[in-house]
């Protein structure tokens, strides 16, 4: 397993940017696929993306598509999710997780496929 810790959450307003990362110890960073989900107060905790170990394959939930990008520095054991056009919808905690497995990418969009997760971070877009 791999321990996570997230960071760049905060306030930002209505069509702004935000930058989330996600840094990861150990040396098996790089073996595990990894994902992003968010959980808003009152609703379940929604898929926003997911990359594979080697960062060849991305998903996105639909909520997100085409303004939040997830990429990863496997050098720095740091995954990355560059949010842009930002709606007050995506007001949520976010979370960073790591697949259950190493070299392993199914049924990314289920937080059950997961086995490591980071304990969150705040992200407000203000109207």
């Known amino acids: 397993q791999v321990q996570l810790v997230e960071s760049g959450g905060g306030l930002v307003q209505a069509g702004g940017s935000l930058r989330l990362s996600c840094t990861g110890s150990?040396?098996?960073?790089?073996?595990?696929?990894m994902g992003w989900f968010r959980q808003a107060p009152g609703k379940e905790r929604e898929f926003v993306a997911a990359?594979?170990?080697?960062?060849?394959?991305?998903d996105y939930g639909d909520s997100v598509k085409g303004r939040f990008t997830i990429s990863r520095d496997n050098a720095k054991n740091t995954l990355y999710l560059q949010m842009n056009s930002l709606k007050p919808e995506d007001t949520a905690v976010y979370y960073c997780?790591?697949?259950?497995?190493?070299?392993?990418?199914?049924?990314?969009?289920?937080?059950?496929?997961?086995?490591?997760w980071g304990q969150g971070t705040q992200v407000t877009v203000s109207s």
């Open positions: 997780a790591a697949s259950m497995y190493t070299h392993y990418y199914r049924g990314i969009s289920s937080a059950r496929e997961y086995g490591s």
């Open positions: 150990g040396r098996t960073f790089s073996s595990y696929s």
């Open positions: 990359i594979s170990w080697s960062g060849s394959t991305l």
